[in-house]
């Protein structure tokens, strides 16, 4: 059982007529060194209803108290504090662990409710930024963790193929490209083109309403410009999927903003119908000056439909198809208006679900302090990010390691998986600094560190070659293993905690505790050793194996046996 609910359990019969369960379980305190207990119940609330001074209170309340399920139960001043039954709560937990395995931490807090996750979205014939590849694995990272808890997520690349833009490069294309360049190198010759637009349309303002022209073409399904997107789109997918596949990241759907092309009639249709569209100089918008927000611009005087727009019929159609309990969008913190807009449309449009949309902004990857700037050929340059950090995880694995079997498989594990977590390490909405070598680094906050030290306990495990079965004695007596037993119990709340803030930095931090607490362990003794205990000292390292290799896989990263 949760330990908290043992200290509420004893608490129950003496204090119910005065606060119930919530209460309760509101007022336990973790102390902050265990020589004051693994809980603390702090009864200042109380000298008003037995009108006695709360060191009296303590007193009394301790003397009444069932200690059973406890080594001990002691008042110091105006507290009491709870010392947890070790040898009783190690084998519990050791044995529900290992029964459990993988489903230990599983949670039923969605009912299987659908979560649409709008995730990664980069942009045809754009390189993806690193914004977007952090999108995508932090994405990727809160719909594993709502799994966990019992949602069912649905990962949508809601890519960034229809807009503006696909004007202007069509009329790119048309004066200053060709087939055979595109087909080379599409992503870096397709945004050619684009930033070569931006260039000659300031003296060329005329350039401009041909790209207008183009994309109300592309809109009104044009032909020659539906043939010329959708050649753009596949080619630049193409490159995007090598980088999910690098990721080890898959999609539910790809429904980009183009597939909502057909669905924005309807949008704009029903905001007519309740009056919310309003004329100002020829575009259409919605009124948000209540909300204390800009409008929502949602047709421009030519008739072309805009972002927003999208987003209204992509909410609405995600609502429809998935009948979601939430709906979440992980995309960056400058984004942060655009969705306050999209809610507020919703709402004023009557949906009540409009509650249920959550954006999930994130921070910047800076480099030296710097913003990083979307260039020119940055696609390259990510993939160069995976290559390289691939190339670093195998370098430092030739010299640890040179024996170790498949070792490029490994390397790629390593690489991608250290890039992975740390940028999930950070609070999701703290800017970081990104130095390829500290990110690889087998020391230190890494998630190469967190890989080592499993691959560590799984050495451990096979040179023991013991069979460990769930039902046997793991009593563990031996002080030095509380800290790591403690934790391998507090991973349940860590995946709760991490699901309700959408923050997989919480699983992160967590794994890199329990990393550093079992080496400190494994350090200072000597697990091996034949007495009474040492299949519960197995079963330990075991369950911190389990318990690692849950964490990276809800991360996204793989955990593997030897590095
Ligand atoms: N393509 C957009 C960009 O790169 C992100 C899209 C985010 N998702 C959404 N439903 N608006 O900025």
Known sequence: MNEQNRVIAALKPLLADHLDDATL???IETPKTSDLGDYAFPVFQLAKIFHKAPQQ????????????????????????????????????LLQTILQQADQYGDADLGHQGQVPIDMSSPNIAKPISMGHLRSTVIGNAIANILAKVGYKPVKINHLGDWGTQFGKLIVGYK?????????ADPITNLLKYYVKFHQEDVEHPELDEEAREWFVKLEAGDEEATKLWSWFREVSLKEFMKIYNMLGIKFDSFNGEAFYNDKMAEVVQMLTDKKLLKESRGAEIVDLTAYDLNPALIKKSDGATLYITRDLAAAIYRKRTYHFVQSLYVVGNEQRDHFKQLKAVLKEMGFAWSDDIHHIPFGLITQGGKKLSTRQGHVILLENVLNDAVDLAQKEIDAKNPALANKQQVAKQVGIGAVIFHDLKNERLNN????????????GETGPYVQYTNARAQSILRKAAVELNARADYTITDPAAWDVLKQLAE???????????????????????????????????KVLVADNEKTARLAMVASVSQVLTQSLALLGVEAPAEM
């Not at 970081?432 to 020391?443: G, K, S």
């Open 25 to 27: 379980a509101k007022l």
């Open 491 to 525: 991973f349940p709340d860590m995946i709760v905690r991490a699901s309700k803030a959408y923050e997989p930095s919480i699983i992160a931090k967590y794994a890199l505790r329990l990393a550093k607490n079992f080496n400190k362990y494994y350090a200072n003794t």
């Open 57 to 92: 209170i303590a007193a009394d309340l301790v003397a009444q108290i069932n200690q059973a399920g406890f080594e001990k139960v002691v008042a110091v001043g105006p507290y009491i504090n709870f010392f947890l039954d070790k040898p009783q709560f190690s084998h519990d």
């Open 175 to 183: 004066k200053w490209g060709s087939e055979a360049a595109v087909k």
């Open 432 to 443: 970081f600094d990104f130095n390829l070598e500290e990110v690889v680094r087998f020391e």
